[in-house]
């Protein structure tokens, strides 16, 4: 016996804030390009390592805009919880993104350590605060948002590590127009590659959690264990699993053992509504399914296994 309440496979956390997504698209490619041509005529890495930080921001929130379209294609009997994992797999392909993108600014940094070319700093350190205010924009695009969906957290990150990035390359234009330090532009190019490294690998690891099942953040299975024992007639509950199928949608299911007097159509059928009531308002948790089992058919169950 189980009781669903709200099976509704349609708009993901994504999806819901898609219009965030295309306009942080939008004007990130637009600063890739303008930072990639301020990259070629001034000749600074953590200009060009920048942009290309921000480069992969688009090709994130693009996947992640691919991902929403896809997760909110129905169900069927193959797939029955429909497309809505491929958000968290576009969420796996950023974090990569990320970290291979990183590791190869880290190299050339290290490399140009030797070189230290001529740079030309007017043209960077605008670049640098067009990006910087770019970054600004889209990042109080997705503040509102970036709670709700894996997808919109990385994006949020991604361009919080923009924003940073951007900084480090103001200050470097800064100092080498000062100074002439010329190497503090293979710097600016490593404090980048160490900013993105962190927030990427945070991501993977929520992916990884979200893949292999692990509970929600913030929901012990104690916790609920306690609320569920709570409802008058519930005897005792085992086999609790909740897990998340993508952002915003976690699922609950666990066998509750009930007092043989109230196992019938009427008592029950309250006693799934008082479930799933306390599941939803106290872990936030609407899709819910309860095997019910009558406490002698429990205790029937232990003498076979003892």
């Known amino acids: 016996m189980g009781h669903d309440h709200n099976h509704s496979h349609g708009i993901t956390a994504t999806g819901k804030h898609r219009k965030r997504l295309i306009a942080v698209l939008g004007i990130t490619l637009a600063v890739v390009l303008i930072q990639v041509a301020g990259a070629v005529v001034s000749g600074s890495l953590a200009l060009l390592a920048d942009a290309g930080h921000m480069l992969s921001d688009a090709a994130g929130v693009f996947i992640a805009l691919m991902a929403a379209w896809v997760a909110a294609r129905p169900p069927s009997e193959q797939r029955t919880y429909g497309y809505q994992r491929a958000e968290v797999l576009a969420a796996l392909a950023n974090a990569l993104i990320l970290i291979v993108i990183s590791v190869v600014i880290l190299i050339e940094a290290i490399r140009r350590f030797a070189e230290s070319p001529e740079i030309h700093t007017d ?15 889209s990042l ?72 292999l099942e692990a509970s929600p953040k913030g929901v012990e299975v104690s916790m609920i264990r306690e609320h569920i024992l709570s409802v008058h007639g519930v005897v005792d509950v085992h086999d609790i699993h909740i897990w998340t199928i993508t952002s915003g949608v976690p699922v609950f299911s666990a066998h509750v053992v009930v007092e043989d007097s109230i196992f019938n159509a009427t008592s029950t059928d309250r006693l799934l509504d008082q479930l799933t009531t306390c599941l939803g308002s106290h872990f936030d948790t609407d899709h819910c399914t309860f095997q019910l089992e009558p406490a002698s058919h429990s205790e029937h169950e232990t003498h076979q296994h003892a």
């Open 123 to 137: 043209t960077m350190l605008y670049a640098a605060i067009l990006g910087a205010a770019a970054n600004l924009v």
């Open 140 to 211: 109080l695009i997705l503040r509102g948002a970036q709670k709700e969906s894996l997808n919109l957290r990385g994006a949020y990150l991604e361009v919080l590590g923009d924003l940073l990035g951007s900084f480090a390359v103001i200050a470097a234009a800064v100092i080498i127009m000062a100074t002439g330090f010329q190497a503090a532009d293979p710097i600016a190019s490593v404090l980048i590659s160490l900013m993105i490294l962190p927030r990427a690998w945070h991501l993977l690891r929520d992916v990884v959690d979200v893949l």
